[in-house]
Protein backbone atom coordinates (compact mmCIF):
# COMPACT_ATOMS: atom_id res chain seq x y z
CA UNK A 1 0.00 0.00 0.00
CA UNK A 2 1.16 3.71 -0.89
CA UNK A 3 1.45 5.87 2.25
CA UNK A 4 -0.36 8.58 2.35
CA UNK A 5 1.09 10.43 -0.95
CA UNK A 6 1.64 14.71 -0.82
CA UNK A 7 1.96 16.31 -4.62
CA UNK A 8 3.80 19.24 -5.55
CA UNK A 9 3.38 20.08 -9.05
CA UNK A 10 6.20 22.26 -9.90
CA UNK A 11 5.38 22.95 -13.24
CA UNK A 12 1.89 24.28 -12.37
CA UNK A 13 3.88 26.56 -9.64
CA UNK A 14 6.14 28.08 -12.44
CA UNK A 15 3.42 28.79 -14.83
CA UNK A 16 1.49 30.36 -12.11
CA UNK A 17 4.03 32.39 -11.18
CA UNK A 18 4.70 33.24 -14.91
CA UNK A 19 0.91 34.01 -15.35
CA UNK A 20 1.56 36.28 -12.13
CA UNK A 21 4.87 37.86 -13.66
CA UNK A 22 2.96 38.59 -17.21
CA UNK A 23 -0.10 40.48 -15.51
CA UNK A 24 2.38 42.45 -13.52
CA UNK A 25 4.59 43.43 -16.00
CA UNK A 26 6.58 46.14 -15.82
CA UNK A 27 6.66 45.72 -12.61
CA UNK A 28 8.37 43.41 -11.41
CA UNK A 29 7.26 39.55 -9.63
CA UNK A 30 8.66 38.29 -6.58
CA UNK A 31 8.05 35.58 -5.02
CA UNK A 32 7.18 35.00 -1.27
CA UNK A 33 7.92 31.40 0.38
CA UNK A 34 7.69 32.04 4.03
CA UNK A 35 6.31 29.41 6.12
CA UNK A 36 7.91 26.60 4.06
CA UNK A 37 6.53 27.89 0.83
CA UNK A 38 2.96 27.21 2.36
CA UNK A 39 3.78 24.32 3.04
CA UNK A 40 4.88 23.33 -0.44
CA UNK A 41 8.72 22.96 0.93
CA UNK A 42 11.23 26.16 0.52
CA UNK A 43 14.06 24.43 -0.94
CA UNK A 44 12.34 22.85 -4.21
CA UNK A 45 9.93 26.06 -4.55
CA UNK A 46 12.73 28.56 -4.57
CA UNK A 47 14.75 26.41 -6.77
CA UNK A 48 12.07 25.76 -9.24
CA UNK A 49 10.70 29.70 -9.02
CA UNK A 50 14.28 31.09 -9.46
CA UNK A 51 14.91 28.45 -13.04
CA UNK A 52 11.20 30.22 -13.80
CA UNK A 53 13.16 33.64 -13.57
CA UNK A 54 12.16 34.94 -10.39
CA UNK A 55 14.69 36.90 -8.93
CA UNK A 56 13.49 38.08 -5.37
CA UNK A 57 11.93 36.51 -2.69
CA UNK A 58 10.21 37.20 0.84
CA UNK A 59 10.12 34.64 3.88
CA UNK A 60 8.87 35.83 7.60
CA UNK A 61 11.74 34.50 9.73
CA UNK A 62 15.57 34.48 9.52
CA UNK A 63 15.74 30.87 9.65
CA UNK A 64 13.27 30.79 6.20
CA UNK A 65 16.20 33.27 5.03
CA UNK A 66 18.83 31.47 5.55
CA UNK A 67 17.52 28.03 3.84
CA UNK A 68 15.98 29.95 1.18
CA UNK A 69 19.64 31.82 0.93
CA UNK A 70 21.03 28.28 -0.03
CA UNK A 71 18.72 27.23 -2.66
CA UNK A 72 19.06 30.82 -4.33
CA UNK A 73 22.78 32.46 -3.92
CA UNK A 74 22.21 35.11 -6.28
CA UNK A 75 19.29 36.14 -5.49
CA UNK A 76 17.63 39.06 -3.20
CA UNK A 77 15.85 37.93 -0.05
CA UNK A 78 14.20 39.98 1.91
CA UNK A 79 13.07 39.13 5.62
CA UNK A 80 9.68 40.64 6.37
CA UNK A 81 10.11 40.33 10.42
CA UNK A 82 12.84 42.90 10.33
CA UNK A 83 15.90 43.48 12.22
CA UNK A 84 15.18 41.46 15.26
CA UNK A 85 17.43 42.28 18.28
CA UNK A 86 20.35 41.39 17.71
CA UNK A 87 20.17 39.45 14.15
CA UNK A 88 22.06 42.38 12.31
CA UNK A 89 25.39 40.06 11.48
CA UNK A 90 23.49 36.80 10.86
CA UNK A 91 21.08 38.89 7.81
CA UNK A 92 24.10 40.40 6.40
CA UNK A 93 25.68 37.45 7.05
CA UNK A 94 23.64 35.27 4.76
CA UNK A 95 23.24 38.45 2.44
CA UNK A 96 19.62 38.87 3.67
CA UNK A 97 17.93 42.28 3.61
CA UNK A 98 15.69 43.14 6.51
CA UNK A 99 12.11 44.50 5.65
CA UNK A 100 12.24 47.46 8.40
CA UNK A 101 9.20 48.05 10.71
CA UNK A 102 10.06 50.67 13.44
CA UNK A 103 12.45 53.29 14.28
CA UNK A 104 14.29 51.26 16.51
CA UNK A 105 14.90 48.73 14.10
CA UNK A 106 16.73 51.38 11.73
CA UNK A 107 18.75 52.17 14.35
CA UNK A 108 20.43 49.68 15.38
CA UNK A 109 20.55 48.15 11.69
CA UNK A 110 22.85 51.52 10.79
CA UNK A 111 24.79 51.00 13.95
CA UNK A 112 25.17 47.63 13.38
CA UNK A 113 27.06 48.12 10.08
CA UNK A 114 23.42 48.93 8.01
CA UNK A 115 23.46 47.25 3.99
CA UNK A 116 20.60 47.02 1.73
CA UNK A 117 17.33 46.95 3.44
CA UNK A 118 13.65 47.71 3.03
CA UNK A 119 11.70 49.72 4.66
CA UNK A 120 7.53 48.50 5.31
CA UNK A 121 5.34 51.23 6.29
CA UNK A 122 1.59 50.10 7.70
CA UNK A 123 -0.97 51.73 5.81
CA UNK A 124 -4.01 50.36 7.77
CA UNK A 125 -3.28 46.85 9.30
CA UNK A 126 -1.54 48.08 12.47
CA UNK A 127 0.49 45.12 12.46
CA UNK A 128 4.01 45.65 11.75
CA UNK A 129 5.37 48.78 10.27
CA UNK A 130 6.36 52.60 10.16
CA UNK A 131 3.52 55.05 10.24
CA UNK A 132 3.78 57.04 7.26
CA UNK A 133 4.47 60.10 9.46
CA UNK A 134 7.84 58.37 9.99
CA UNK A 135 8.76 58.05 6.66
CA UNK A 136 11.51 61.48 6.52
CA UNK A 137 12.63 60.64 9.94
CA UNK A 138 13.04 57.01 8.96
CA UNK A 139 14.94 57.78 5.22
CA UNK A 140 17.47 60.67 7.64
CA UNK A 141 17.77 57.50 10.18
CA UNK A 142 18.70 54.75 7.43
CA UNK A 143 21.53 56.86 6.01
CA UNK A 144 21.48 55.18 2.35
CA UNK A 145 18.27 54.99 0.22
CA UNK A 146 16.31 51.38 1.46
CA UNK A 147 15.90 48.69 -2.08
CA UNK A 148 12.28 48.76 -1.29
CA UNK A 149 9.19 50.59 0.40
CA UNK A 150 6.36 48.20 1.13
CA UNK A 151 3.01 48.34 2.41
CA UNK A 152 0.84 44.78 2.71
CA UNK A 153 -3.39 45.26 1.89
CA UNK A 154 -5.77 44.06 4.76
CA UNK A 155 -8.68 43.41 1.91
CA UNK A 156 -7.33 42.86 -1.55
CA UNK A 157 -9.30 39.86 -1.57
CA UNK A 158 -12.47 41.89 -1.66
CA UNK A 159 -12.28 43.83 -5.03
CA UNK A 160 -14.30 46.42 -3.78
CA UNK A 161 -13.28 47.35 -0.40
CA UNK A 162 -12.95 51.07 0.45
CA UNK A 163 -9.95 49.97 2.12
CA UNK A 164 -8.18 49.11 -0.90
CA UNK A 165 -8.38 52.78 -1.95
CA UNK A 166 -7.31 54.27 1.61
CA UNK A 167 -4.16 52.01 1.17
CA UNK A 168 -3.20 53.02 -2.47
CA UNK A 169 -3.71 56.96 -1.30
CA UNK A 170 -1.64 56.32 1.75
CA UNK A 171 1.00 54.45 -0.12
CA UNK A 172 0.77 56.77 -2.60
CA UNK A 173 1.76 59.47 -0.41
CA UNK A 174 5.22 57.54 0.48
CA UNK A 175 6.50 57.57 -3.37
CA UNK A 176 6.21 61.78 -3.78
CA UNK A 177 8.86 61.25 0.31
CA UNK A 178 10.79 58.43 -0.82
CA UNK A 179 12.06 59.56 -4.29
CA UNK A 180 13.47 56.85 -6.44
CA UNK A 181 12.79 54.26 -4.52
CA UNK A 182 11.33 50.77 -6.26
CA UNK A 183 7.84 50.69 -4.03
CA UNK A 184 5.63 47.04 -3.68
CA UNK A 185 2.07 46.89 -2.31
CA UNK A 186 0.53 43.95 -3.60
CA UNK A 187 0.47 40.71 -2.90
CA UNK A 188 -1.33 37.58 -4.74
CA UNK A 189 -5.26 39.00 -4.69
CA UNK A 190 -3.56 42.67 -5.25
CA UNK A 191 -2.52 41.66 -8.71
CA UNK A 192 -6.01 41.07 -9.54
CA UNK A 193 -7.65 44.67 -8.71
CA UNK A 194 -8.74 46.78 -11.22
CA UNK A 195 -6.82 49.28 -10.40
CA UNK A 196 -3.84 47.78 -11.00
CA UNK A 197 -1.50 48.52 -7.59
CA UNK A 198 1.55 47.28 -9.09
CA UNK A 199 3.65 49.83 -8.45
CA UNK A 200 7.80 48.26 -9.16
CA UNK A 201 7.27 44.97 -7.48
CA UNK A 202 4.34 43.09 -6.18
CA UNK A 203 4.60 39.67 -3.70
CA UNK A 204 2.07 37.08 -4.76
CA UNK A 205 2.12 33.83 -2.24
CA UNK A 206 -0.97 31.90 -1.66
CA UNK A 207 -1.97 32.34 -6.03
CA UNK A 208 1.61 30.76 -6.61
CA UNK A 209 0.80 27.54 -4.46
CA UNK A 210 -2.87 27.18 -6.16
CA UNK A 211 -4.87 29.36 -4.37
CA UNK A 212 -7.53 31.41 -4.95
CA UNK A 213 -6.28 35.05 -5.30
CA UNK A 214 -10.25 36.34 -6.43
CA UNK A 215 -12.18 34.54 -4.06
CA UNK A 216 -15.78 35.45 -5.27
CA UNK A 217 -14.86 34.71 -9.41
CA UNK A 218 -13.54 31.33 -10.89
CA UNK A 219 -9.91 30.16 -9.79
CA UNK A 220 -7.48 31.79 -12.46
CA UNK A 221 -4.53 29.38 -10.83
CA UNK A 222 -3.55 26.18 -11.44
CA UNK A 223 -3.63 23.60 -8.48
CA UNK A 224 -0.27 23.00 -6.92
CA UNK A 225 -1.37 20.29 -4.30
CA UNK A 226 -2.42 16.96 -4.23
CA UNK A 227 -2.93 14.99 -1.45
CA UNK A 228 -3.75 11.27 -2.04
CA UNK A 229 -3.96 9.02 1.24
CA UNK A 230 -5.36 5.33 1.49
CA UNK A 231 -8.10 3.30 3.36
CA UNK A 232 -7.13 1.07 6.11
CA UNK A 233 -10.45 0.02 6.23
CA UNK A 234 -13.84 -0.33 4.87
CA UNK A 235 -17.26 -1.32 6.80
CA UNK A 236 -20.77 -1.39 6.30
CA UNK A 237 -23.14 0.22 8.96
CA UNK A 238 -27.16 0.03 9.53
CA UNK A 239 -29.49 3.59 9.77
CA UNK A 240 -28.64 4.52 13.56
CA UNK A 241 -25.53 3.71 13.65
CA UNK A 242 -23.13 6.38 15.05
CA UNK A 243 -19.27 7.04 13.95
CA UNK A 244 -16.21 8.41 15.50
CA UNK A 245 -15.48 10.34 18.69
CA UNK A 246 -18.97 11.24 20.50
CA UNK A 247 -20.84 9.63 18.03
CA UNK A 248 -21.49 12.80 16.28
CA UNK A 249 -22.80 11.45 13.34
CA UNK A 250 -25.43 8.98 12.84
CA UNK A 251 -26.33 6.95 9.19
CA UNK A 252 -29.18 7.73 7.66
CA UNK A 253 -29.30 4.97 5.37
CA UNK A 254 -27.78 1.79 5.11
CA UNK A 255 -23.79 3.60 4.41
CA UNK A 256 -20.68 2.13 3.35
CA UNK A 257 -17.94 3.90 5.32
CA UNK A 258 -13.99 3.98 4.41
CA UNK A 259 -11.38 4.97 7.20
CA UNK A 260 -8.33 6.86 6.13
CA UNK A 261 -4.60 7.09 7.30
CA UNK A 262 -4.85 10.83 7.99
CA UNK A 263 -6.55 13.39 10.94
CA UNK A 264 -5.44 16.58 12.36
CA UNK A 265 -2.19 15.28 13.32
CA UNK A 266 -1.31 15.20 9.36
CA UNK A 267 -3.17 19.22 9.46
CA UNK A 268 -6.70 18.18 8.08
CA UNK A 269 -8.77 20.37 11.04
CA UNK A 270 -11.38 19.09 13.12
CA UNK A 271 -13.06 21.59 11.61
CA UNK A 272 -13.50 19.21 8.66
CA UNK A 273 -15.56 17.22 10.49
CA UNK A 274 -19.51 15.49 9.23
CA UNK A 275 -21.83 16.04 12.35
CA UNK A 276 -25.30 15.95 12.75
CA UNK A 277 -24.68 19.63 13.24
CA UNK A 278 -22.80 20.48 9.93
CA UNK A 279 -21.73 18.71 6.48
CA UNK A 280 -18.48 17.23 6.45
CA UNK A 281 -15.78 18.63 3.98
CA UNK A 282 -15.93 16.46 0.56
CA UNK A 283 -12.86 14.72 -0.83
CA UNK A 284 -13.11 12.12 -4.07
CA UNK A 285 -13.51 8.89 -3.96
CA UNK A 286 -12.78 6.84 -7.15
CA UNK A 287 -14.14 10.63 -9.01
CA UNK A 288 -17.25 10.87 -6.79
CA UNK A 289 -17.31 13.24 -3.91
CA UNK A 290 -18.09 11.91 -0.54
CA UNK A 291 -18.25 13.62 2.97
CA UNK A 292 -16.62 13.25 5.49
CA UNK A 293 -18.52 11.98 8.20
CA UNK A 294 -17.82 11.97 12.11
CA UNK A 295 -15.08 13.91 14.19
CA UNK A 296 -11.75 13.87 12.55
CA UNK A 297 -9.33 12.19 14.68
CA UNK A 298 -5.96 12.24 15.42
CA UNK A 299 -5.02 9.83 12.98
CA UNK A 300 -8.26 8.90 10.60
CA UNK A 301 -11.15 9.88 8.82
CA UNK A 302 -14.16 8.35 8.10
CA UNK A 303 -15.90 8.94 5.05
CA UNK A 304 -19.34 8.29 3.39
CA UNK A 305 -18.27 6.36 0.79
CA UNK A 306 -21.58 4.86 -0.27
CA UNK A 307 -21.93 6.50 -3.47
CA UNK A 308 -18.53 6.04 -4.52
CA UNK A 309 -17.82 3.11 -7.61
CA UNK A 310 -17.37 -0.05 -5.43
CA UNK A 311 -13.56 -0.74 -6.90
CA UNK A 312 -12.45 2.51 -5.58
CA UNK A 313 -13.63 1.28 -2.17
CA UNK A 314 -11.29 -1.08 -1.18
CA UNK A 315 -8.38 -1.55 1.31
CA UNK A 316 -5.13 -0.18 0.17
CA UNK A 317 -7.05 2.07 -2.60
CA UNK A 318 -6.40 6.36 -2.72
CA UNK A 319 -8.88 8.93 -1.64
CA UNK A 320 -8.06 12.06 -2.59
CA UNK A 321 -8.44 15.04 -0.09
CA UNK A 322 -6.55 17.76 -2.09
CA UNK A 323 -6.65 18.13 -6.18
CA UNK A 324 -8.64 18.64 -9.41
CA UNK A 325 -12.35 17.90 -7.64
CA UNK A 326 -11.72 20.09 -4.39
CA UNK A 327 -9.04 22.67 -3.72
CA UNK A 328 -7.53 24.00 -0.97
CA UNK A 329 -10.07 26.75 -0.96
CA UNK A 330 -13.11 24.72 -1.20
CA UNK A 331 -11.45 22.61 1.96
CA UNK A 332 -10.80 25.60 3.69
CA UNK A 333 -13.88 27.46 3.57
CA UNK A 334 -15.93 24.61 4.26
CA UNK A 335 -13.41 23.31 7.15
CA UNK A 336 -14.39 27.12 8.85
CA UNK A 337 -10.82 28.40 8.08
CA UNK A 338 -9.03 29.44 4.52
CA UNK A 339 -6.90 27.89 2.33
CA UNK A 340 -3.88 29.64 3.35
CA UNK A 341 -3.90 27.74 6.98
CA UNK A 342 -4.80 24.04 4.89
CA UNK A 343 -1.64 24.63 2.89
CA UNK A 344 0.67 26.04 5.62
CA UNK A 345 -0.94 23.08 7.61
CA UNK A 346 0.19 20.32 5.55
CA UNK A 347 1.70 18.18 8.02
CA UNK A 348 5.23 16.33 8.01
CA UNK A 349 3.82 12.49 8.10
CA UNK A 350 3.07 12.09 3.96
CA UNK A 351 5.11 11.14 1.37
CA UNK A 352 6.26 14.19 -0.66
CA UNK A 353 6.38 13.80 -4.08
CA UNK A 354 7.57 16.46 -6.44
CA UNK A 355 6.92 16.54 -10.24
CA UNK A 356 8.05 19.03 -12.92
C1 LIG B 1 2.31 36.83 3.26
C2 LIG B 1 2.61 38.14 2.67
C3 LIG B 1 2.48 38.34 1.29
C4 LIG B 1 1.86 37.31 0.37
O1 LIG B 1 0.47 37.35 0.53
P1 LIG B 1 -0.50 36.37 -0.31
O2 LIG B 1 -1.86 36.81 0.08
O3 LIG B 1 -0.18 34.98 0.15
O4 LIG B 1 -0.18 36.57 -1.74
C5 LIG B 1 2.90 39.55 0.77
N1 LIG B 1 3.38 40.52 1.59
C6 LIG B 1 3.49 40.37 2.92
C7 LIG B 1 4.01 41.49 3.76
C8 LIG B 1 3.10 39.19 3.52
O5 LIG B 1 3.18 39.04 4.85
Given at each position: MTA????????????????????????ECAAVVKADAYGCG??????????????VFFVARLSEG?????????????????????????LRAAKLRPTLCSM???????????????????????RLGLAPSEAGAALAALGAPPTLVMSHFISSEIAGSPDNARQIEAFEHLRSICEN???????????????????????????????NPTPDAPNP?????????????????????????????????????AVIAAGYADGIPRGASGTGARPGVE????????PIVGRVSMDLIAIDATDAPDDAVTRGASVELLGATVGVDEFGERSGTIGYEILTGLGRRYERVYRD
Amino acid sequence: MTAATLTIDLAALRANWRKLADKAAPAECAAVVKADAYGCGIEPCVRALRAEGARVFFVARLSEGIRARAAAPEAVIYVLDGLTPGSGGALRAAKLRPTLCSMPEIVEWAASGGGPAALHFDTGMNRLGLAPSEAGAALAALGAPPTLVMSHFISSEIAGSPDNARQIEAFEHLRSICENVPLSISNSSGIFLSCKPFFHLVRPGYALYGGNPTPDAPNPMRPVVALDVPILQTRRIEPGDRVGYNGQWTAPRPTRIAVIAAGYADGIPRGASGTGARPGVEVAVGGKRCPIVGRVSMDLIAIDATDAPDDAVTRGASVELLGATVGVDEFGERSGTIGYEILTGLGRRYERVYRD
